[in-house]
């Protein structure tokens, strides 16, 4: 099985995947407060007997997860997706060959290079009150952008 071509992969990713930003309460296994997170998430979703192979080739061909979606009612769908690094990874890959979604990659782009690295910390509380506010407003931006 051959990797997928990066232009073939950024009209296919405009076509049928997604960029989000998801928001999930950590549990800290110190001391087991909850800690608001936001991850940078990239998906493709193909059905039927392309999609096992389409999302396989994504998984080989930028890391990620291919999987099974598929429900009780449904017909076979398979997913690939993408977190965190290695979306920003995918994304700055596919970038110069994409027209439809460089305004939600830019906002990809814009979110994950705020991130603090692991190890870092806030100087104050209301320095990551305002991070995780703007984070949010990336999310809804993202949202919105998706649904137009």
């Known amino acids: ?34 800690y608001l997170r936001y991850c940078l998430v990239v998906t493709v979703a193909q059905s039927g007997s392309r999609g096992k192979n389409i999302c396989t080739l994504f998984e080989k061909t930028f890391e990620g997860r291919a999987y099974d979606v598929t429900g009780r009612r449904s ?10 690094q290695q979306a920003y990874k995918f994304l700055v890959q596919v ?16 979110f994950q290079k705020r991130l ?7 100087k104050s509380v209301e320095e990551r009150i305002i991070e995780l506010g703007y984070q949010e407003t990336l999310k809804q931006e993202i949202g919105f952008l998706n649904r137009e």
Not at 2 to 31: M, P, T, V, W
Not at 75 to 84: A, E, G, L, Y
Not at 116 to 122: A, C, I, L, S, T
């Open 95 to 110: 970038y110069p060959y994409m027209q439809i979604k460089r305004k939600q990659v830019g906002l990809a782009f814009d």
């Open 116 to 122: 603090k690295n692991p190890g870092e910390v806030y």
């Open 1 to 34: 099985m051959k990797n997928l071509g990066i232009e073939y992969s950024a009209g296919f990713f405009e076509g049928d995947g997604s960029i989000s930003i998801h928001r999930h309460c950590q549990i800290s296994n110190s001391n087991r407060k909850r």
């Open 75 to 84: 017909k076979k769908t398979w997913r690939w997706i993408c977190n965190s």
